[in-house]
């Protein structure tokens, strides 16, 4: 357990034995509702049951299983474990603000949700956000896709290169995602989102090409609430740039109206496109937070 130990604790891990057989993807691949695997196989090999989602393939339902225990699952096979997770972490500078810094959040709730999808025989990959100045894609693939439990180590060497600096251009970084994509999987986006680029645009691109979307909002307290007041330099931690400012009761309700639209917009969206939104503070307990996610609702 000591190469787990930065990211994920032995407690940690239990919390998230008990959650990855409720983790679905829902991924549109080479059938309805299924995951297509690369790998046929002459047989369909039982692997596991996991929770019964909307959506899913009644003839797959363990009936006898719902029986005895009056919960519903479904049978998952060995041909179909070739689904993939991508866990697209936004690098920009301002993850790096907080105590907990949010991109430390961000790496341990990747590395959560890395780990349920490696534990059950899936494949994960991270993916970070980067500036697209000069020609550059906006998209860094921190290492290569890996596969079942022995790729979690080189899951969390990945998860600790994807640094915060400078500026990320979020929504460029989406669409290239989903052109590089051969097939769709689960798109886990892991940002505060305070990004001024099309992000539910590109978004929408991604849903329609048949990702499974889930954001992962990660801010601080005093972005929620902010509790100063007189006069300040605030400086863009992505661009350097600097401006004097008032904090008085006007500048701050303007600031929360504003914060409240955008987390607003992103939960619009999630509910349009049937995708999962979480929104997670710094200060608050993980386990709660991969909870939501594995339930696939809206905060």
Known sequence: MT??????????????????????????????????????????????????????????????????????????????????????VDGSASLDYGDPPKIEVARRLAAAIGYMALAGSQR???LVARSAAEGTSGLARAGVPRRGRGGLAG???????????????LARAIEQLVLRSRRP??????????????????????????HDVTLLQIVTRDEIEPGFEGDFTLV??????????????????????RFAGLVEELRAWARRHGAGYVRATTDEAL??????????GVD
């Open 236 to 257: 863009d931690a992505e661009t350097g740039a600097s401006v004097d400012v008032t904090m008085d009761t006007n500048a701050i309700e303007a600031y929360v109206l």
């Open 155 to 169: 899951l969390l060497r990945d998860l600790e290169g994807a640094a915060p600096e400078g500026a990320a251009d």
């Open 3 to 88: 190469e787990l130990s930065n990211l994920l604790d032995p407690e940690f891990v239990r919390e998230l034995e008990a959650l990855r057989r409720r983790l679905a993807i829902r991924a549109r691949s080479g059938a309805a509702g299924e995951h297509a695997a690369r790998r046929k196989g002459s047989s369909a090999e039982f692997q596991e049951h996991r929770g019964y989602v909307p959506g899913d393939d009644l003839r797959r339902v363990d009936w006898l299983a719902f029986a005895r225990t009056g919960e519903p699952v479904v049978k998952l096979f060995r041909a179909e474990e070739d689904a993939i997770v991508r866990l697209l």
């Open 124 to 126: 994960a990959e991270v």
């Open 185 to 210: 999987g689960m798109l886990v986006v892991l940002s505060d989102f305070f990004d001024a680029g099309p992000v539910t645009e590109a978004l929408t691109r991604a849903h329609a090409a048949g």
């Open 287 to 296: 386990e709660g937070v991969i909870r939501r996610f594995v339930a696939r």
